[in-house]
């Protein structure tokens, strides 16, 4: 099975028979392309006419291309002569999906433990063997390290036995790399007052909780129709978001309270 974190394989290394790998279509010939495997060092495998498609093949151009990414099944593998035969018809487009998609986790993983080797000027070789096998094992894949270190810190790094001065560099290369997107949530606050310039004690109210606002959270609030109000919540996930709300009702309920209001609140989902 491929090593799927390191830069390289040895050349010992083969694909288990009945495996999906990723190959770039390097030469066509009449009778079907060598296919280099991307994560086997570059070997390169068969693909046979007769394996492209289910259907009559009356020019294989029309199918394959050079330098085309392909999805492929292993079918039969012999280190001896330096066979790997590939099918791209028996490959479902479901497992082409997913295939895809944890193949370009794989790239990304890589790419950013790259940019943390450069950075504290060790080899990707030398980074992966201390520390990137440990981290797979730990997270399941590379990119997901780097996927929970832009939402949670480098604390889950460091709780795990990484230096902490290192457990900052992958911090930074992950906050760089990764963009969340904000999670926004929604509440309502009811606040009645019986005082004439009641209205201006409510706009206070909701100036304060908007106060709450900074590089990491927005908070924005504004009437439905009195006397309910809508405190809306953006921020890079769901337990900032969240904290920031309820802080936001125990702000307004504390500011009412005090000039003899009443305050309800709902958290919407």
């Not at 950075?119 to 730990?138: F, P, S, V």
């Amino acid at each position: 099975m491929r090593n799927i974190g390191g830069s390289r394989l040895s050349e010992e290394e083969w694909p288990g028979l009945n495996e999906l790998v990723i190959g770039t279509v390097e030469t066509i010939t009449e009778y079907g392309a060598y296919v280099r495997l991307d994560e086997y060092g570059g070997k390169k495998g068969f693909l046979h006419v007769s394996e492209i498609s289910s259907s009559w093949v009356r020019n294989i151009r029309e199918h394959i291309k050079e330098d085309m990414k392909l999805v492929l099944r292993v079918l039969r593998v012999n280190p001896s002569k330096n066979l790997i035969d590939l099918s791209l018809r028996r490959v479902s487009e479901k497992e082409k999906e997913e295939e895809l998609y944890y193949w370009k986790r794989r790239v990304k993983g890589r790419s950013m433990l790259k940019l943390v080797a450069d950075r504290i000027g060790k080899t990707y070789d030398e980074l992966y063997a201390n520390y990137g096998r440990r981290l797979e094992a730990h997270f399941g894949d590379l990119y997901e390290v780097f996927h929970r270190l832009s939402t949670r810190g480098p604390k889950i790094l460091t709780t795990i036995g990484i230096p902490e001065d290192l457990a900052q560099v992958f911090y930074e290369v992950a906050t760089e790399k990764i963009k969340q997107k904000p999670v926004k949530i929604r509440g309502t606050v009811e606040i009645t007052t019986l005082k004439p310039d009641g209205i201006e004690d409510i706009k206070e109210a909701l100036m304060k909780a908007e106060r709450l606002s900074n590089e990491e959270v927005t908070v924005e609030a504004y009437s439905i129709g009195a006397p309910r109000y809508a405190i809306e919540i953006s921020a890079g996930n769901y337990k900032k978001a969240q904290s920031t709300l309820r802080e936001a009702f125990e702000l307004i309920e504390k500011t009412m309270k005090s000039r003899g209001g009443t305050v309800s609140f709902k958290e919407e989902h």
